[in-house]
């Protein structure tokens, strides 16, 4: 099954696992971690309710009673920001890698930082550049022949 939704989550392009879970969490209506699998299954992603736990931690998700008075899961309007505690690994969503670029999912607000840990590193790794917003960040490799490979050594740096 971990083939199958690896496959199927590569295959969503543009959209992350991530965007569809703060967009089912903009609509205010999921009230327990089952229930945003069961949504998200609709949608195309196979996930656990492990994975929605650890994912609505990460992205700071929070229970509040909506307009219809039920307790459910939504996303505060500016994210805390992560403790000075919290190591690198545990800000990174997701690393996903097509034929050209290596994308980098990361907590808001720390695209930046791991970017510059990754630009710290460029002589002894495959990455031309890096190009980081807010949460996402654009690893450019060396050549486009060895993506696979700068994919899996920013995985072997960034969750050691």
């Known amino acids: 099954m971990a083939g199958k939704k690896a496959a199927s989550e590569e295959s969503k392009g543009a959209e992350t696992l991530v965007d569809a879970l703060r967009t089912l969490l903009l609509e205010r209506k999921a009230s327990t971690q089952e229930e945003i699998c069961t949504a998200l299954d609709l949608q195309g992603w196979e996930i656990n309710q492990s994975k929605a736990s650890r994912l609505l931690r990460k992205i700071g998700a929070i229970k509040v009673e909506n307009e219809q008075g039920l307790t459910v899961y939504t996303l505060l309007r500016e994210p805390a920001p992560p403790s000075m505690a919290t190591p690198i690994r545990d800000l990174i ?68």
């Open 93 to 160: 969503l997701d690393i996903l890698a097509n034929e050209a670029l290596v994308v980098i999912f990361t907590s808001p607000g720390s695209a930046s930082m791991v970017a510059r840990v990754l630009d710290y590193n460029q002589l002894t790794t495959e990455i031309l550049g890096t190009l980081a917003g807010d949460d996402t960040i654009f690893v450019a490799p060396k050549s486009i022949k060895d993506t696979g490979k700068l994919c899996a050594e920013i995985k072997g740096l960034l969750r050691k």
